[in-house]
């Protein structure tokens, strides 16, 4: 045993920042959970997608310890653990106390982790009002057991109460998290994926991937660093075991004029230079632009290039044609990858941007929004 101590100690050692290279990256995720009886669905996904890399969950626990006879952290550490072991992921666990959620995620990004193995990706459940369903309790894994150390993690949220999380702090931790380099997921309605395993061995799960910022279609690209990341988190789904049956699908958003098929070429050896397989479906949306403010204003404008501006100037006429538009032209798949934008720099905008989030994706079913900030891919190796 101590031989493998030291064997494991070596290779931690080794694993030096400063070496980092494209071609070793791997999803490193941390998954902030409120409370693990509403978000199994989401612990398991979010345990596929990271693939070989390292998945943390983390829990911030409010309170104060001055006020505190002693940490109450270890005691919940049990049940977190027998959670773990009775999904069968491959997780550790990290809580932490704090004031505040916002803190406490702060907290939990610059701690967690190991030298070179450090999460480069948190995932956050939405912010909406959706009634939250005790998964825990129906789980087969639970139901039988002796072991009743689960039960300690506390009942669901009356949905009256009040949350302990604003929109403004929720909006803020998604930009706390961009300052400090780290990727972002924000998983929706995951309380309705059905994994692949549910599906049965015959069934092909769609992953649908829209890569472009459907909030600013003035600037369409999909090779900026967030679009490339998108793709790839897509990709590394579809490659793990689980999932490797599943059919990616790619939209490409096209206006008359633009040379639509030559805008499919230049994707479709995008796709080939970074050995991405996706069936590649184009979608006119001229009559969802036209809706759009930046449409409306004379050509040059210098508010174009504003963000919070386009944040304060998107109408809901036009995100709910997107919302459509993509209900249109993807029916029903598996889940979606949509791209997240940069909150604004504006802080008293956080609540305009999250509820335009909210716009975008009601009914869409399971949608994961992605914001990367690293560059993970790669057409040089």
């Given at each position: 045993?101590?031989a493998q101590?030291y064997?494991v100690?070596k290779?931690?050692l080794?694993?030096?920042?400063r070496?980092e290279?494209v071609?070793?990256?791997?999803?490193?995720?941390l998954?902030?959970v409120?409370?693990?009886r509403?978000?199994l669905?989401?612990i398991?996904?979010?345990?596929?997608?990271?693939?070989?890399g390292l998945y943390?969950?983390g829990?911030?626990?409010?309170?104060?310890l001055d006020?505190l006879p002693?940490?109450?952290l270890?005691?919940q550490s049990?049940?977190w653990?027998q959670l773990?072991?009775?999904?069968n992921?491959k997780a550790?666990?990290?809580?932490?106390?704090?004031?505040?959620i916002?803190?406490?995620?702060?907290?939990?990004?610059f701690?967690?982790?190991?030298?070179?193995m450090?999460?480069?990706?948190?995932?956050l459940?939405?912010y909406d009002h959706?009634?939250?369903?005790?998964?825990?309790s129906q789980h087969?894994a639970?139901?039988g057991s002796?072991?009743t150390a689960w039960?300690?993690f506390p009942p669901?949220?009356?949905?009256?109460?009040?949350?302990?999380?604003?929109p403004?702090e929720?909006?803020?931790?998604?930009?706390?998290?961009?300052?400090?380099?780290?990727?972002?997921l924000l998983?929706r309605?995951?309380?309705?994926?059905r994994?692949p395993?549910e599906?049965?061995?015959k069934?092909q799960p769609?992953i649908?991937?829209w890569?472009?910022?459907l909030l600013r279609p003035d600037?369409?690209?999909?090779?900026?660093?967030c679009?490339?990341?998108?793709?790839?988190?897509?990709?590394v789904?579809a490659?793990?075991r689980?999932?490797?049956r599943a059919?990616?699908?790619?939209f490409?958003?096209v206006?008359?004029?633009?040379?639509p098929?030559?805008q499919?070429?230049k994707?479709?050896q995008?796709?080939?230079?970074?050995?991405i397989?996706a069936?590649?479906h184009?979608?006119p949306?001229d009559n969802v632009?036209a809706?759009h403010w930046?449409?409306?204003?004379?050509?040059?404008?210098?508010?174009?290039?504003?963000f919070?501006?386009n944040?304060?100037?998107?109408?809901?006429?036009?995100l709910?044609?997107?919302?459509?538009?993509?209900?249109?032209e993807?029916s029903?798949?598996t889940v979606?990858?949509?791209?997240?934008p940069?909150?604004p720099a504006d802080?008293?905008l956080?609540?305009?941007?999250?509820?335009q989030?909210?716009?975008l994706t009601?009914g869409?079913?399971?949608?994961?929004?992605?914001?990367g900030?690293s560059?993970?891919?790669s057409?040089?190796l």
């Amino acid at each position: 045993m101590r031989a493998q101590i030291y064997e494991v100690r070596k290779y931690l050692l080794m694993l030096d920042i400063r070496k980092e290279h494209v071609k070793f990256w791997r999803p490193q995720v941390l998954l902030m959970v409120r409370n693990p009886r509403t978000s199994l669905r989401l612990i398991s996904f979010i345990n596929d997608l990271k693939k070989s890399g390292l998945y943390v969950l983390g829990h911030v626990e409010l309170d104060d310890l001055d006020c505190l006879p002693a940490d109450p952290l270890p005691v919940q550490s049990d049940s977190w653990l027998q959670l773990v072991d009775k999904l069968n992921i491959k997780a550790f666990v990290n809580l932490t106390l704090s004031d505040s959620i916002r803190h406490g995620t702060q907290q939990l990004l610059f701690i967690s982790g190991l030298g070179g193995m450090r999460p480069n990706t948190i995932a956050l459940g939405f912010y909406d009002h959706t009634p939250s369903q005790d998964f825990l309790s129906q789980h087969p894994a639970f139901s039988g057991s002796r072991d009743t150390a689960w039960l300690n993690f506390p009942p669901l949220r009356d949905s009256a109460s009040r949350k302990r999380l604003s929109p403004r702090e929720y909006v803020a931790i998604v930009a706390d998290a961009v300052k400090m380099q780290r990727n972002v997921l924000l998983a929706r309605a995951f309380d309705d994926l059905r994994l692949p395993q549910e599906l049965g061995w015959k069934a092909q799960p769609l992953i649908d991937v829209w890569p472009i910022n459907l909030l600013r279609p003035d600037s369409a690209r999909y090779v900026d660093t967030c679009s490339l990341f998108l793709l790839q988190m897509a990709c590394v789904l579809a490659m793990t075991r689980s999932w490797r049956r599943a059919r990616l699908r790619l939209f490409l958003c096209v206006e008359n004029g633009a040379r639509p098929r030559g805008q499919e070429d230049k994707l479709r050896q995008l796709l080939k230079d970074l050995r991405i397989v996706a069936d590649i479906h184009t979608v006119p949306w001229d009559n969802v632009v036209a809706l759009h403010w930046h449409s409306q204003k004379e050509a040059g404008s210098d508010d174009a290039l504003n963000f919070p501006g386009n944040v304060a100037c998107v109408s809901d006429d036009y995100l709910g044609a997107v919302n459509q538009l993509i209900l249109q032209e993807s029916s029903a798949p598996t889940v979606r990858f949509l791209y997240l934008p940069r909150p604004p720099a504006d802080t008293s905008l956080y609540p305009r941007y999250l509820e335009q989030l909210e716009v975008l994706t009601r009914g869409l079913g399971p949608t994961l929004l992605v914001h990367g900030v690293s560059a993970v891919t790669s057409t040089e190796l």
